[in-house]
């Protein structure tokens, strides 16, 4: 398992070359609202975006009405990147330096998000870190879980990493009979180099 510092490096390196040489790089967040509004999730929830360094996720959210949002993130270079975005408002969001794997959370989120964190999870002991990290995180009796990951005909690498590729079902196998799929789809993802990735979306809701 590579070191919570390798991972931070690592990731600091691929954010500090620039929007257009990452591969994830989107100016828009619509497939993630897209799915959030599909999911019949309002301003007034909470939502954690896990992995979202300089995601324009917290930004859009922001200008939807939501008041509490939290952005998880390993890179401190991906973090600043979004800060400085949103200049002033940056104070409207928390922001979270650390590994989504050994991360504690201190409270629950009705919303945990993840757009391409989940397939570079590629070892067995890794995932049920993540698992359980997913679990402490969310409320116990309303929760919505949303993961974007590369599809079956994605990429086997990106940003220099292996990657797993997820189906719907298999996402849903994953995770486990205590979260329900409650809607899945299906994106091309064109990245700055314009080149097409195949996507997985799939939202899940907390069953008791």
């Known amino acids: 398992m590579e070191s919570v510092n390798g991972r931070a490096e690592h990731w600091d390196q691929a954010y ?33 975006d896990v992995g979202g360094g300089s995601s ?39 922001w979270l330096l650390g590994d989504v794997l050994t991360w504690r ?18 070892a067995d002991q890794d ?18 879980a949303i993961l974007a990951t590369f599809a079956p ?9 292996p990657v797993v590729r997820y189906s719907a079902a298999e996402l849903a196998a994953v995770l486990g009979a205590r979260w329900k799929m409650i809607d899945d789809s299906h994106e091309l993802h064109t990245t700055p180099g314009g080149a097409a990735q195949p996507f997985t979306w799939a939202a899940f809701r907390r069953e008791l």
């Open 16 to 48: 500090g070359q620039g929007d257009t040489t990452r591969s994830w790089f989107q100016h828009a967040a619509g497939w993630s609202l897209r799915m959030i509004d599909r999911t019949g999730i309002g301003p007034a929830d909470s939502l954690i």
């Open 56 to 94: 324009p996720l917290a930004s859009a959210l922001l200008a939807r009405g939501y008041s509490d949002i939290t952005v998880l993130d390993v890179s401190r270079v991906g973090i600043g990147i979004a800060q400085q975005r949103l200049g002033v408002e940056t104070e409207r969001v928390q």
């Open 105 to 122: 959370p201190t409270r629950r989120y009705t919303v945990w998000h993840d757009r391409a964190l989940f397939h570079f999870i590629t």
């Open 127 to 144: 995932r049920d870190a993540y698992l359980q990290t997913l679990e402490r995180a969310t409320s116990p009796d309303r929760a919505v």
């Open 153 to 161: 005909n994605g990429p086997w690498q990106c940003s220099g990493l």
